[in-house]
Structures are given as structure tokens and as C-alpha cells.
């Protein structure tokens, strides 16, 4: 995997949104704040812009998004929010010249798309938060991670036992994201590779019947059987029906993993949450479940 360059004293970020429309508020936050740490910042001209609940035309981001991947200047793509329209405009971006020079690219929930794809090419990205805690806690555990990343200095985690987890130890690729998203690009070009690889996974406002059929998808397609380990973050406002489905979020990914033999941890404090903390996707990392816990520490210092 290829490591985006380490921002420097006055390296440029781009802000803009590949999704949904953003606050205005949030992006003048994320402004100043990258300011504040020695950097450029420069929001590109769909970033504001407001097509009913996307952030501009398919037309509009895409151009931004190009224009951004194209220019050798940034260091670093920061995209404004999640939300939905990334996969709409996926299939037309362009990597050839972002591979001259590859730059990080920040954020999570629907920019899983742009995470998968970025796999795909073989480029490291930042599954983080994107402006909304720049704005609400610029002082926050995720966003003073999330520069230690963009500096070489990616963070290890070490998370409290679980009653599901499932001891043993991986030393592998760390992938994946927001579940709905990877099922939502099976069988495209984009789909996950998770062969000898650690899954991540997380989840906002699904139905549990729904999380039940994507875990059964994932298992009959063979993204289950040869992963190296699985990683289960925040199930955040998870949805039932009338008539219940029975089980919780955990208890559905517990039940459909539990013939496998490769370590599972559960609660890990990455997605719809407040302390979403930023791990690095396409890192290899090493991946320990024991008694007293888990940890996850990269393998090698970028």
C-alpha cells in the first residue's frame, strides 16, 4: 500500500463535498482550525453549494473532487460530511494523476465509498471525522489523532473487553467502514477484497433485519470465511420493526461470525459516536484479543 506524503508546515488541505450539504459553520470551523495547526486550507467552490440534500449537482462535486485529486499542491482531501452521493459519482473519478502523488483523504460514513475505491488503487486513506467536530470539539481525542496521522504518527487503541469477543491474535491490512456502504458496492469493481485482511465495521440508523441480511450477504459471497480478523465499531440508533427481530446489532454480526476462527473484538470506539477515532485504512496493523481486552497498533511507523 502506498502511504499518502506527511503534511508539513503550510501543506494545503482541500475541504470539499463529495455527499451531503454541509454547514457553512462547520467548514469556516475546520478553516480556522487548520490555521491554527500551521496549514492551508482552501474550500473549493461546490463545498457550500446546496441541490436538495446533496452538496451541489453530481456535475458540481465531481468537478471538485477531480479538480482536487489532480492537483499535486494538496497534501490532504478533507471532505465536509457523509450522508449519500458519493457512489453516485464514483465510477467517473479519475486516479491517474492523483497515483503521481496521493494524497490523504479524511472522513467516513458514505466517503466509505471513496475508501474502497482509494483500496482498490492501493492508497492508504483516514477513516475520521470530517468538519462537524472540527466545529463542535476542535480539542476532541479524534481531531488531535487525526493530525498526528497526517504527521506519521498514527495511533494505538486498546478497548475493554467484550462478552462477544474472541480471543486471538492478526497481523494484517485493516479495512472496511460503514456496512451499508460496503454491501451497497458488492459486486461492483468497488466491492471490498477482504481476503487475509481485519474488517471493520460500523453502522448508523439501520434496520436490525436489515444489519442481518448484509452479515447473510457478506457470508455467502465469502467476505467472512478468509478474513484475518473482524472489528465491530458503534451500532448507533439502530431501528426495529412492530414485531421485534430478536436480536441486538452485536447479537446478529455475534451469530453469523461464530463458526469462524479468526479474533473478533466488539464496542470499538470508531463511528456515529461522539469519540470517533481515526484509524488508518489500508494500514497493517496488529490485532490482539486477550482476557482483559483488545489492541490494535500499527505494524509500521509512516
Known amino acids: 500500500m502506498v502511504t499518502p506524503s506527511l503534511l508539513k508546515p503550510g501543506s494545503k488541505i482541500a475541504i ?4 451531503g450539504a454541509v454547514n457553512p459553520e462547520f467548514v469556516k470551523s475546520a478553516v480556522k482550525l487548520i490555521s491554527d495547526k500551521g496549514y492551508e486550507s482552501v474550500v473549493f ?3 457550500l453549494n446546496k441541490y436538495f440534500q446533496f452538496g451541489g449537482t453530481d456535475e458540481q462535486r465531481l468537478a471538485d473532487l477531480q479538480a482536487a485529486l489532480d492537483d499535486e499542491s494538496f497534501d490532504a482531501i478533507l471532505c465536509s460530511r457523509g450522508g449519500y452521493g458519493a457512489i453516485r459519482i464514483l465510477d467517473k473519478l479519475d486516479f491517474a494523476k492523483f497515483m503521481n502523488k496521493p494524497k490523504w483523504i479524511i472522513g467516513f460514513s458514505d466517503i466509505t465509498n471513496l475508501h474502497l475505491a482509494l483500496n482498490r488503487a492501493g492508497v492508504m486513506s483516514i477513516h475520521g471525522n470530517m468538519v462537524k467536530e472540527f466545529h463542535e470539539n476542535p480539542e476532541s481525542d479524534t481531531i488531535k489523532n487525526i493530525f498526528a496521522i497526517l504527521t506519521g504518527n498514527p495511533a494505538s487503541f486498546k478497548i475493554e473487553s467484550h462478552l462477544f469477543n474472541r480471543q486471538g ?8 467502514g460503514n456496512l451499508s456502504i460496503i454491501y451497497s458496492l458488492q459486486a461492483t469493481e468497488f466491492e471490498i477484497d477482504t481476503e487475509g485482511k481485519i474488517l471493520f465495521i460500523e453502522d448508523l440508523n439501520e434496520y436490525l433485519y436489515h444489519l442481518d441480511r448484509i452479515m447473510i450477504n457478506l457470508k455467502l459471497s465469502g467476505k467472512l470465511k478468509n478474513l484475518k480478523g473482524l472489528i465491530a465499531g458503534a451500532f448507533t440508533d439502530m431501528k426495529d420493526n412492530p414485531n421485534p427481530f430478536g436480536k441486538t446489532a452485536y447479537e446478529i454480526i455475534y451469530e453469523h461470525v461464530k463458526e469462524y476462527n479468526f479474533p473478533v473484538c466488539y464496542n470499538f470506539p470508531s463511528g456515529h459516536i461522539n ?3 481515526p484509524w488508518v485504512h489500508g494500514m497493517t496493523y496488529r490485532f490482539n484479543v486477550g482476557n482483559n481486552g483488545a489492541e490494535l497498533k500499527p505494524v509500521i511507523e509512516i
Not at 470539499?16 to 455527499?19: A, F, I, M, Q, R
Not at 491474535?169 to 472496511?176: D, F, K, M, R, V
Open 16 to 19: 470539499l463535498s463529495p455527499s
Open 169 to 176: 491474535n492478526a497481523e494484517a491490512e485493516l479495512i472496511g
Open 45 to 47: 467552490p461546490s463545498c
Open 275 to 277: 469519540n470517533n477515532l
